[in-house]
Protein backbone atom coordinates (compact mmCIF):
# COMPACT_ATOMS: atom_id res chain seq x y z
CA UNK A 1 0.00 0.00 0.00
CA UNK A 2 1.15 3.71 -0.30
CA UNK A 3 1.85 5.62 2.47
CA UNK A 4 1.29 9.24 1.94
CA UNK A 5 -0.37 10.28 5.16
CA UNK A 6 2.50 12.18 6.47
CA UNK A 7 5.07 12.86 3.26
CA UNK A 8 2.84 15.90 2.10
CA UNK A 9 1.78 18.51 4.08
CA UNK A 10 -1.07 20.90 2.93
CA UNK A 11 -0.39 23.91 0.16
CA UNK A 12 -0.02 27.05 2.05
CA UNK A 13 -1.90 29.80 1.41
CA UNK A 14 1.02 31.88 0.33
CA UNK A 15 1.69 29.08 -1.85
CA UNK A 16 -1.17 29.03 -3.62
CA UNK A 17 -1.16 32.51 -4.49
CA UNK A 18 2.29 32.38 -5.87
CA UNK A 19 1.75 29.43 -8.04
CA UNK A 20 -1.18 31.37 -10.03
CA UNK A 21 1.06 34.21 -10.21
CA UNK A 22 4.07 32.19 -11.68
CA UNK A 23 1.45 30.27 -14.10
CA UNK A 24 0.32 33.46 -15.30
CA UNK A 25 3.80 34.80 -16.21
CA UNK A 26 4.84 30.93 -17.97
CA UNK A 27 1.65 31.72 -20.20
CA UNK A 28 2.01 35.18 -21.07
CA UNK A 29 5.52 33.89 -22.30
CA UNK A 30 4.28 32.53 -24.44
CA UNK A 31 5.74 28.85 -24.35
CA UNK A 32 2.51 27.09 -24.30
CA UNK A 33 1.65 28.14 -27.60
CA UNK A 34 4.17 26.00 -29.44
CA UNK A 35 2.54 22.91 -30.11
CA UNK A 36 5.32 20.95 -29.67
CA UNK A 37 5.61 22.05 -26.32
CA UNK A 38 1.89 20.94 -25.18
CA UNK A 39 2.60 17.70 -26.77
CA UNK A 40 5.77 17.12 -24.49
CA UNK A 41 3.51 17.31 -21.61
CA UNK A 42 1.06 15.32 -22.67
CA UNK A 43 3.44 12.56 -23.18
CA UNK A 44 4.30 13.24 -19.58
CA UNK A 45 1.11 12.79 -18.43
CA UNK A 46 1.10 9.83 -20.18
CA UNK A 47 4.65 8.41 -18.53
CA UNK A 48 2.86 9.38 -14.87
CA UNK A 49 0.16 7.24 -15.44
CA UNK A 50 1.47 4.42 -17.19
CA UNK A 51 4.67 4.61 -14.90
CA UNK A 52 2.48 4.68 -11.76
CA UNK A 53 -0.45 2.01 -11.76
CA UNK A 54 -0.02 0.06 -9.14
CA UNK A 55 0.70 2.75 -6.57
CA UNK A 56 -2.45 4.60 -8.19
CA UNK A 57 -4.44 1.46 -7.45
CA UNK A 58 -3.00 1.05 -4.10
CA UNK A 59 -4.17 4.36 -3.17
CA UNK A 60 -8.25 4.00 -5.19
CA UNK A 61 -7.99 0.68 -2.90
CA UNK A 62 -7.12 2.42 0.77
CA UNK A 63 -9.58 5.45 0.10
CA UNK A 64 -12.79 3.67 -1.27
CA UNK A 65 -12.30 -0.22 -1.49
CA UNK A 66 -12.33 0.37 -5.45
CA UNK A 67 -11.31 -2.84 -6.80
CA UNK A 68 -8.50 -2.62 -8.78
CA UNK A 69 -9.91 -3.98 -12.01
CA UNK A 70 -12.63 -1.04 -11.76
CA UNK A 71 -9.90 1.68 -11.38
CA UNK A 72 -8.07 0.55 -14.64
CA UNK A 73 -11.44 0.09 -16.24
CA UNK A 74 -13.16 3.84 -14.75
CA UNK A 75 -10.08 5.64 -13.99
CA UNK A 76 -6.82 5.11 -16.22
CA UNK A 77 -8.44 3.88 -19.46
CA UNK A 78 -10.08 6.92 -19.96
CA UNK A 79 -7.33 8.99 -19.10
CA UNK A 80 -5.15 7.20 -21.49
CA UNK A 81 -7.31 7.40 -24.35
CA UNK A 82 -8.65 10.70 -23.90
CA UNK A 83 -4.06 11.59 -23.94
CA UNK A 84 -3.88 9.78 -26.84
CA UNK A 85 -6.82 11.48 -29.08
CA UNK A 86 -5.09 14.68 -28.42
CA UNK A 87 -1.51 13.58 -29.17
CA UNK A 88 -2.91 12.13 -32.39
CA UNK A 89 -5.25 15.29 -33.62
CA UNK A 90 -3.69 18.27 -31.52
CA UNK A 91 -2.10 19.63 -34.86
CA UNK A 92 -5.26 19.38 -36.80
CA UNK A 93 -7.10 20.82 -34.33
CA UNK A 94 -4.73 23.56 -32.97
CA UNK A 95 -4.46 25.14 -36.87
CA UNK A 96 -6.87 27.71 -38.74
CA UNK A 97 -9.96 27.10 -39.64
CA UNK A 98 -10.77 28.25 -43.23
CA UNK A 99 -14.72 29.58 -43.22
CA UNK A 100 -16.33 31.62 -46.13
CA UNK A 101 -15.99 35.11 -46.33
CA UNK A 102 -19.80 36.22 -46.89
CA UNK A 103 -19.71 38.96 -50.40
CA UNK A 104 -20.07 42.21 -48.45
CA UNK A 105 -16.42 41.67 -47.54
CA UNK A 106 -15.36 40.34 -50.81
CA UNK A 107 -12.42 40.19 -51.37
CA UNK A 108 -10.93 38.56 -48.48
CA UNK A 109 -10.65 36.02 -46.51
CA UNK A 110 -11.88 34.32 -43.42
CA UNK A 111 -10.51 32.23 -40.33
CA UNK A 112 -10.80 31.11 -36.67
CA UNK A 113 -7.90 30.71 -34.55
CA UNK A 114 -8.38 28.95 -31.71
CA UNK A 115 -6.22 29.99 -29.12
CA UNK A 116 -5.59 29.24 -25.36
CA UNK A 117 -7.73 30.82 -22.68
CA UNK A 118 -4.80 31.56 -19.75
CA UNK A 119 -4.39 30.04 -16.84
CA UNK A 120 -7.08 27.42 -16.08
CA UNK A 121 -8.36 26.23 -12.61
CA UNK A 122 -9.25 22.57 -12.66
CA UNK A 123 -11.08 21.76 -9.44
CA UNK A 124 -11.56 17.42 -8.84
CA UNK A 125 -13.55 15.74 -6.73
CA UNK A 126 -13.32 12.41 -4.67
CA UNK A 127 -15.31 9.71 -6.08
CA UNK A 128 -12.91 8.77 -9.64
CA UNK A 129 -10.06 11.61 -8.21
CA UNK A 130 -7.40 10.39 -10.69
CA UNK A 131 -9.91 10.43 -13.96
CA UNK A 132 -12.02 13.67 -13.23
CA UNK A 133 -8.64 15.14 -12.37
CA UNK A 134 -6.59 14.33 -15.17
CA UNK A 135 -9.11 14.51 -17.93
CA UNK A 136 -9.84 18.27 -18.29
CA UNK A 137 -5.67 18.21 -17.34
CA UNK A 138 -5.58 16.96 -21.10
CA UNK A 139 -7.62 19.18 -22.54
CA UNK A 140 -6.14 22.56 -20.42
CA UNK A 141 -2.65 21.43 -21.84
CA UNK A 142 -4.03 20.40 -25.08
CA UNK A 143 -5.61 23.62 -25.57
CA UNK A 144 -1.98 25.44 -24.72
CA UNK A 145 -2.94 26.63 -21.33
CA UNK A 146 -1.39 26.65 -18.05
CA UNK A 147 -3.31 24.67 -14.98
CA UNK A 148 -3.68 24.75 -11.41
CA UNK A 149 -5.26 21.61 -10.43
CA UNK A 150 -6.90 21.91 -7.24
CA UNK A 151 -6.98 17.96 -5.89
CA UNK A 152 -10.05 16.73 -3.90
CA UNK A 153 -10.15 17.51 -0.19
CA UNK A 154 -8.13 16.05 1.89
CA UNK A 155 -10.94 14.72 4.07
CA UNK A 156 -12.14 12.80 1.47
CA UNK A 157 -9.80 10.44 -0.66
CA UNK A 158 -6.59 11.89 1.48
CA UNK A 159 -4.19 9.16 -0.08
CA UNK A 160 -5.02 9.63 -3.84
CA UNK A 161 -4.76 13.58 -3.57
CA UNK A 162 -1.52 13.11 -1.86
CA UNK A 163 -0.17 10.77 -4.72
CA UNK A 164 -1.36 12.98 -7.53
CA UNK A 165 0.07 15.61 -6.06
CA UNK A 166 3.83 13.79 -5.75
CA UNK A 167 3.10 12.54 -8.84
CA UNK A 168 2.54 16.27 -10.73
CA UNK A 169 5.49 17.77 -8.84
CA UNK A 170 7.62 14.97 -10.21
CA UNK A 171 6.63 14.08 -13.87
CA UNK A 172 4.90 17.93 -14.74
CA UNK A 173 7.04 21.01 -15.74
CA UNK A 174 6.03 23.24 -12.85
CA UNK A 175 5.96 26.10 -15.68
CA UNK A 176 2.65 24.83 -16.92
CA UNK A 177 0.84 22.54 -14.43
CA UNK A 178 0.95 23.06 -10.25
CA UNK A 179 -1.41 20.71 -7.73
CA UNK A 180 -2.94 22.10 -4.29
CA UNK A 181 -4.29 19.93 -1.95
CA UNK A 182 -5.60 20.48 1.65
CA UNK A 183 -8.71 20.93 3.45
CA UNK A 184 -11.72 23.90 2.82
CA UNK A 185 -9.67 27.24 3.37
CA UNK A 186 -7.40 25.77 -0.02
CA UNK A 187 -10.53 25.49 -1.69
CA UNK A 188 -11.65 29.02 -0.74
CA UNK A 189 -8.37 30.65 -1.11
CA UNK A 190 -7.81 29.30 -4.64
CA UNK A 191 -11.64 30.73 -5.42
CA UNK A 192 -10.10 34.35 -4.30
CA UNK A 193 -7.57 33.77 -7.07
CA UNK A 194 -8.31 35.43 -10.83
CA UNK A 195 -8.22 32.56 -13.20
CA UNK A 196 -9.40 32.93 -16.92
CA UNK A 197 -11.79 29.73 -16.72
CA UNK A 198 -12.61 27.75 -14.17
CA UNK A 199 -13.69 23.99 -14.44
CA UNK A 200 -15.41 22.23 -11.85
CA UNK A 201 -16.63 18.91 -10.79
CA UNK A 202 -18.97 18.20 -8.23
CA UNK A 203 -22.22 18.07 -6.27
CA UNK A 204 -24.90 20.95 -7.00
CA UNK A 205 -23.48 22.74 -3.94
CA UNK A 206 -20.29 23.09 -5.00
CA UNK A 207 -20.86 24.14 -8.22
CA UNK A 208 -22.92 26.95 -6.50
CA UNK A 209 -20.14 28.17 -4.38
CA UNK A 210 -17.59 27.87 -8.01
CA UNK A 211 -20.29 29.57 -9.42
CA UNK A 212 -20.57 32.45 -7.07
CA UNK A 213 -16.68 33.14 -6.54
CA UNK A 214 -16.49 32.95 -10.22
CA UNK A 215 -19.35 35.88 -10.94
CA UNK A 216 -17.17 38.17 -8.60
CA UNK A 217 -14.72 38.52 -11.06
CA UNK A 218 -16.82 37.31 -14.06
CA UNK A 219 -14.54 34.58 -14.46
CA UNK A 220 -15.91 31.73 -17.14
CA UNK A 221 -16.96 27.84 -15.86
CA UNK A 222 -17.31 24.42 -16.68
CA UNK A 223 -19.22 22.65 -14.30
CA UNK A 224 -20.14 19.20 -14.59
CA UNK A 225 -22.45 18.08 -11.71
CA UNK A 226 -24.46 15.31 -10.56
CA UNK A 227 -28.41 15.43 -10.30
CA UNK A 228 -30.48 11.90 -10.26
CA UNK A 229 -30.45 10.33 -13.51
CA UNK A 230 -33.63 8.34 -14.63
CA UNK A 231 -33.42 4.97 -16.37
CA UNK A 232 -37.11 3.84 -18.11
CA UNK A 233 -37.60 0.12 -18.72
CA UNK A 234 -39.98 -0.69 -21.33
CA UNK A 235 -41.63 -3.94 -21.80
CA UNK A 236 -39.60 -4.47 -25.36
CA UNK A 237 -36.76 -4.30 -24.30
CA UNK A 238 -34.49 -7.29 -23.25
CA UNK A 239 -34.95 -7.20 -19.36
CA UNK A 240 -32.24 -9.91 -18.60
CA UNK A 241 -29.74 -7.77 -20.86
CA UNK A 242 -31.20 -4.26 -18.90
CA UNK A 243 -30.77 -5.28 -15.46
CA UNK A 244 -27.51 -6.82 -16.05
CA UNK A 245 -26.75 -3.12 -17.51
CA UNK A 246 -27.99 -0.98 -14.87
CA UNK A 247 -26.63 -3.79 -12.09
CA UNK A 248 -22.74 -2.94 -13.39
CA UNK A 249 -23.72 0.79 -13.42
CA UNK A 250 -26.04 1.62 -10.69
CA UNK A 251 -23.31 -0.29 -8.05
CA UNK A 252 -19.83 0.72 -9.38
CA UNK A 253 -17.59 2.45 -7.26
CA UNK A 254 -20.85 1.49 -4.08
CA UNK A 255 -22.96 3.83 -6.30
CA UNK A 256 -20.82 6.81 -6.04
CA UNK A 257 -21.22 8.38 -9.67
CA UNK A 258 -22.49 11.29 -10.71
CA UNK A 259 -23.89 9.55 -13.80
CA UNK A 260 -25.44 6.26 -12.11
CA UNK A 261 -28.84 5.43 -12.81
CA UNK A 262 -30.70 6.81 -9.71
CA UNK A 263 -33.76 5.69 -10.53
CA UNK A 264 -36.04 3.34 -12.52
CA UNK A 265 -39.60 3.64 -13.97
CA UNK A 266 -40.34 0.37 -15.22
CA UNK A 267 -43.61 -1.17 -17.41
CA UNK A 268 -46.00 -2.52 -14.79
CA UNK A 269 -45.78 -5.31 -17.75
CA UNK A 270 -42.64 -6.31 -17.05
CA UNK A 271 -41.81 -4.78 -13.59
CA UNK A 272 -41.85 -8.24 -11.68
CA UNK A 273 -39.86 -9.65 -14.10
CA UNK A 274 -37.15 -6.67 -13.63
CA UNK A 275 -37.22 -6.76 -9.89
CA UNK A 276 -36.20 -10.86 -10.30
CA UNK A 277 -33.79 -9.91 -12.55
CA UNK A 278 -31.76 -6.93 -10.63
CA UNK A 279 -31.85 -9.52 -7.30
CA UNK A 280 -30.22 -11.99 -9.71
CA UNK A 281 -27.93 -9.97 -11.10
CA UNK A 282 -26.76 -8.55 -7.75
CA UNK A 283 -25.70 -12.11 -6.37
CA UNK A 284 -24.64 -12.87 -9.53
CA UNK A 285 -22.19 -9.75 -9.23
CA UNK A 286 -21.34 -9.88 -5.57
CA UNK A 287 -22.45 -13.16 -4.26
CA UNK A 288 -24.34 -14.30 -1.17
CA UNK A 289 -22.70 -11.85 1.40
CA UNK A 290 -21.18 -8.72 -0.76
CA UNK A 291 -19.31 -7.14 2.08
CA UNK A 292 -16.80 -10.02 1.21
CA UNK A 293 -17.01 -9.38 -2.49
CA UNK A 294 -13.59 -8.06 -3.83
CA UNK A 295 -15.62 -6.16 -6.56
CA UNK A 296 -17.68 -4.30 -4.29
CA UNK A 297 -16.36 -0.88 -2.82
CA UNK A 298 -17.32 1.41 -0.02
CA UNK A 299 -18.97 4.96 0.81
CA UNK A 300 -16.05 7.39 1.32
CA UNK A 301 -16.55 7.97 5.37
CA UNK A 302 -19.41 7.02 8.13
CA UNK A 303 -20.37 10.44 7.61
CA UNK A 304 -21.53 9.47 3.60
CA UNK A 305 -22.71 5.87 5.43
CA UNK A 306 -24.76 7.72 7.87
CA UNK A 307 -26.42 9.61 5.06
CA UNK A 308 -27.32 6.54 2.91
CA UNK A 309 -28.03 4.79 6.52
CA UNK A 310 -31.31 7.46 7.07
CA UNK A 311 -32.45 7.06 3.53
CA UNK A 312 -32.71 2.71 3.96
CA UNK A 313 -34.12 3.69 7.43
CA UNK A 314 -36.95 5.84 5.91
CA UNK A 315 -37.99 3.35 3.29
CA UNK A 316 -37.16 -0.17 4.65
CA UNK A 317 -40.54 -1.57 4.21
CA UNK A 318 -39.64 -1.56 0.07
CA UNK A 319 -36.41 -3.16 -0.05
CA UNK A 320 -36.37 -6.21 -1.64
CA UNK A 321 -32.78 -7.22 -1.50
CA UNK A 322 -30.37 -5.75 0.42
CA UNK A 323 -29.43 -3.02 3.36
CA UNK A 324 -27.23 -5.11 5.05
CA UNK A 325 -24.87 -2.41 6.57
CA UNK A 326 -21.42 -2.46 8.56
CA UNK A 327 -20.74 1.56 9.66
CA UNK A 328 -17.40 0.78 11.15
CA UNK A 329 -16.47 -0.72 7.47
CA UNK A 330 -18.73 2.22 5.46
CA UNK A 331 -20.53 -0.28 4.09
CA UNK A 332 -23.49 -0.77 3.07
CA UNK A 333 -25.08 -3.95 0.75
CA UNK A 334 -26.42 -3.04 -2.94
CA UNK A 335 -30.05 -2.51 -2.31
CA UNK A 336 -32.93 -2.53 -4.47
CA UNK A 337 -36.43 -0.56 -3.01
CA UNK A 338 -39.38 -1.56 -5.03
CA UNK A 339 -42.65 0.97 -4.35
CA UNK A 340 -44.34 -1.07 -7.26
CA UNK A 341 -47.23 1.15 -8.78
CA UNK A 342 -47.29 3.76 -5.72
CA UNK A 343 -46.01 6.07 -7.63
CA UNK A 344 -46.95 9.58 -4.50
CA UNK A 345 -44.90 7.59 -2.21
CA UNK A 346 -42.09 6.91 -4.64
CA UNK A 347 -42.11 10.67 -5.38
CA UNK A 348 -42.06 11.33 -1.71
CA UNK A 349 -39.59 9.05 -0.46
CA UNK A 350 -36.67 9.86 1.39
CA UNK A 351 -34.40 8.25 -1.37
CA UNK A 352 -36.06 10.62 -4.23
CA UNK A 353 -35.21 13.46 -2.56
CA UNK A 354 -31.80 14.13 -3.46
CA UNK A 355 -29.21 12.10 -5.55
CA UNK A 356 -28.56 9.16 -4.06
CA UNK A 357 -24.94 8.82 -4.51
CA UNK A 358 -24.59 5.20 -2.54
CA UNK A 359 -25.94 1.28 -3.35
CA UNK A 360 -29.64 2.22 -3.33
CA UNK A 361 -31.60 1.25 -6.51
CA UNK A 362 -35.63 2.48 -6.13
CA UNK A 363 -38.03 1.08 -8.94
CA UNK A 364 -41.69 2.03 -9.46
CA UNK A 365 -44.01 0.63 -12.07
CA UNK A 366 -46.04 2.91 -14.58
CA UNK A 367 -48.50 2.32 -16.82
CA UNK A 368 -48.45 5.16 -19.14
CA UNK A 369 -45.53 6.57 -20.83
CA UNK A 370 -46.98 9.96 -20.95
CA UNK A 371 -46.81 9.51 -16.66
CA UNK A 372 -43.28 8.65 -17.33
CA UNK A 373 -42.30 12.11 -19.44
CA UNK A 374 -44.51 14.17 -17.19
CA UNK A 375 -42.69 12.44 -13.90
CA UNK A 376 -39.22 13.16 -15.82
CA UNK A 377 -40.14 17.03 -16.93
CA UNK A 378 -41.40 18.04 -13.41
CA UNK A 379 -38.10 17.24 -12.21
CA UNK A 380 -34.62 19.10 -12.37
CA UNK A 381 -32.49 18.42 -15.65
CA UNK A 382 -30.20 15.06 -15.09
CA UNK A 383 -26.73 14.60 -16.29
CA UNK A 384 -28.37 11.48 -18.30
CA UNK A 385 -31.16 9.92 -19.41
CA UNK A 386 -31.24 5.82 -19.46
CA UNK A 387 -33.83 4.48 -21.95
CA UNK A 388 -34.17 0.55 -22.44
CA UNK A 389 -36.75 0.04 -25.45
CA UNK A 390 -36.53 -1.60 -28.29
CA UNK A 391 -39.53 1.03 -29.69
CA UNK A 392 -38.36 3.43 -32.23
CA UNK A 393 -41.36 5.45 -31.37
CA UNK A 394 -40.85 5.45 -27.65
CA UNK A 395 -37.25 6.43 -28.72
CA UNK A 396 -38.31 9.14 -30.38
CA UNK A 397 -40.18 10.34 -28.10
CA UNK A 398 -38.15 10.78 -25.01
CA UNK A 399 -34.97 12.14 -27.06
CA UNK A 400 -37.93 14.66 -28.19
CA UNK A 401 -39.95 15.54 -25.25
CA UNK A 402 -36.71 15.34 -22.46
CA UNK A 403 -33.81 17.35 -21.87
CA UNK A 404 -30.66 16.04 -19.98
CA UNK A 405 -27.18 16.39 -20.58
CA UNK A 406 -27.09 12.81 -22.85
CA UNK A 407 -29.03 9.95 -23.54
CA UNK A 408 -27.98 6.50 -23.46
CA UNK A 409 -30.28 4.12 -25.27
CA UNK A 410 -30.13 0.02 -24.12
CA UNK A 411 -27.20 0.50 -21.71
CA UNK A 412 -26.22 2.83 -19.14
CA UNK A 413 -23.16 4.52 -18.12
CA UNK A 414 -20.93 3.50 -21.11
CA UNK A 415 -21.53 6.82 -23.27
CA UNK A 416 -19.04 8.86 -21.46
CA UNK A 417 -16.24 6.22 -22.62
CA UNK A 418 -17.07 7.21 -26.53
CA UNK A 419 -14.80 10.25 -26.70
CA UNK A 420 -16.43 11.68 -29.81
CA UNK A 421 -19.34 12.62 -28.09
CA UNK A 422 -19.60 15.71 -25.77
CA UNK A 423 -19.88 14.91 -21.91
CA UNK A 424 -21.51 17.50 -19.75
CA UNK A 425 -24.83 18.23 -18.04
CA UNK A 426 -27.48 20.71 -18.83
CA UNK A 427 -29.46 23.26 -16.37
CA UNK A 428 -28.99 22.10 -12.45
CA UNK A 429 -26.98 18.98 -13.77
CA UNK A 430 -24.17 21.24 -15.28
CA UNK A 431 -22.89 23.96 -17.88
CA UNK A 432 -20.51 23.28 -20.55
CA UNK A 433 -19.10 19.89 -21.69
CA UNK A 434 -15.89 18.32 -22.09
CA UNK A 435 -14.32 15.10 -23.59
CA UNK A 436 -12.03 14.65 -26.92
CA UNK A 437 -12.04 17.70 -29.45
CA UNK A 438 -14.91 18.76 -26.87
CA UNK A 439 -12.39 19.32 -24.15
CA UNK A 440 -9.93 20.97 -26.68
CA UNK A 441 -12.05 23.70 -27.48
CA UNK A 442 -13.95 23.95 -24.06
CA UNK A 443 -10.61 25.56 -23.27
CA UNK A 444 -9.92 27.35 -26.32
CA UNK A 445 -11.34 30.60 -27.37
CA UNK A 446 -12.22 30.84 -31.39
CA UNK A 447 -10.41 34.01 -32.36
CA UNK A 448 -12.30 35.91 -35.33
CA UNK A 449 -10.07 36.97 -38.44
CA UNK A 450 -10.95 38.56 -41.49
CA UNK A 451 -8.40 40.14 -43.81
CA UNK A 452 -9.40 42.11 -46.49
CA UNK A 453 -7.45 43.22 -49.84
CA UNK A 454 -7.48 46.78 -50.95
CA UNK A 455 -7.48 46.40 -54.60
CA UNK A 456 -11.28 46.65 -54.21
CA UNK A 457 -13.19 49.31 -52.39
CA UNK A 458 -16.97 49.72 -53.09
CA UNK A 459 -17.90 53.48 -52.46
CA UNK A 460 -21.51 52.21 -51.13
CA UNK A 461 -20.28 51.62 -47.32
CA UNK A 462 -19.29 55.21 -47.33
CA UNK A 463 -21.31 57.97 -45.94
CA UNK A 464 -23.22 60.19 -47.53
CA UNK A 465 -26.18 57.72 -47.14
CA UNK A 466 -28.47 57.58 -50.37
CA UNK A 467 -31.17 55.52 -51.77
CA UNK A 468 -28.89 53.56 -53.97
CA UNK A 469 -26.20 53.30 -51.73
CA UNK A 470 -28.45 51.39 -49.05
CA UNK A 471 -30.02 49.42 -51.79
CA UNK A 472 -26.89 48.11 -52.79
CA UNK A 473 -25.72 47.02 -49.32
CA UNK A 474 -28.59 45.71 -48.44
CA UNK A 475 -27.88 43.18 -51.38
CA UNK A 476 -24.36 42.32 -50.32
CA UNK A 477 -25.28 42.14 -46.54
CA UNK A 478 -28.26 39.24 -47.79
CA UNK A 479 -27.21 35.92 -46.31
CA UNK A 480 -26.60 33.78 -49.60
CA UNK A 481 -26.42 29.74 -48.93
CA UNK A 482 -22.94 28.03 -48.76
CA UNK A 483 -23.16 26.51 -51.94
CA UNK A 484 -24.00 30.22 -53.58
CA UNK A 485 -21.20 32.04 -51.53
CA UNK A 486 -18.77 28.82 -52.91
CA UNK A 487 -19.92 29.84 -56.72
CA UNK A 488 -19.82 33.35 -56.46
CA UNK A 489 -16.41 32.62 -54.82
CA UNK A 490 -14.89 30.62 -57.69
CA UNK A 491 -16.52 33.22 -59.75
CA UNK A 492 -14.04 35.97 -58.03
CA UNK A 493 -11.01 33.64 -58.55
CA UNK A 494 -11.81 32.53 -61.85
CA UNK A 495 -12.04 36.58 -62.84
CA UNK A 496 -9.25 36.97 -61.04
CA UNK A 497 -7.01 34.45 -63.12
CA UNK A 498 -8.66 36.10 -66.47
CA UNK A 499 -7.65 39.34 -65.45
CA UNK A 500 -3.86 38.24 -64.57
CA UNK A 501 -3.95 36.46 -67.98
CA UNK A 502 -5.14 39.08 -69.65
CA UNK A 503 -2.47 41.75 -68.29
CA UNK A 504 0.11 38.83 -69.01
CA UNK A 505 -0.66 38.68 -72.37
CA UNK A 506 -0.76 42.27 -72.98
CA UNK A 507 2.63 42.79 -71.63
CA UNK A 508 4.02 40.16 -73.82
CA UNK A 509 2.13 42.29 -76.89
CA UNK A 510 3.79 44.89 -75.82
CA UNK A 511 7.16 43.53 -75.35
CA UNK A 512 6.74 42.10 -79.24
CA UNK A 513 5.90 45.72 -80.60
CA UNK A 514 9.15 47.58 -78.44
CA UNK A 515 11.26 44.81 -80.19
Same mark, same amino acid.
Given at each position: ??????????????????????????????????????????????????????????????????????????????????????????????????????????????????????????????????????????????????????????????????????????????????????????????????????????????????????????????????????????????????? $? $????????????????????????????????????????????????????????????????? !????????????????????????? !???????????????????????????????????????????? $????????????????????????????????????????????????????????????????????????????????????????????????????????????????????????????????? $????????
Amino acid at each position: MVDTSLSVPPTTIDAIAASVKALSTSFHSGATRDVKTRLKQLKQLRRMVNENVQELQDALYQDLRKPPAETLIAELAPVRGEISLHEEELENWAAPERVWTNVANFPGHSCILREPLGVICVISTWNCPIQLSLMPLVGALSAGNCVLLRLPPDDTCVHTSKLLFKLVLKYMDSRFVRAVHGGILVTQVTLQQKFDLIFCTGAATTGKIVATAAATTLTPTILVLGGKSPTIVDETCDIVVAA $R $RITWAAFMNAGQMFLRPDYILVSAKVGDLLISALCKEITAFFGDDPQKSASFGRLLTQKCFDRVA !TILKQDAKYVVIGNEKDREDCFVAP !TVLNFKKDLNAFASSGVMREEVFGPILPVVYYDTLDEVVAFVKE $RERSLALYLYSLDRKTRARFLTETCSGSVCVNDSMVQSSNLNLPFGGVGASGIGSYHGKYSFDAFSHKKSVLTKYTMMDLPHRYMPYNKSKTKMMLLLLKPLPSTLIAIVAYAFISLGFVIMGLGLQYF $RGQAIIDE
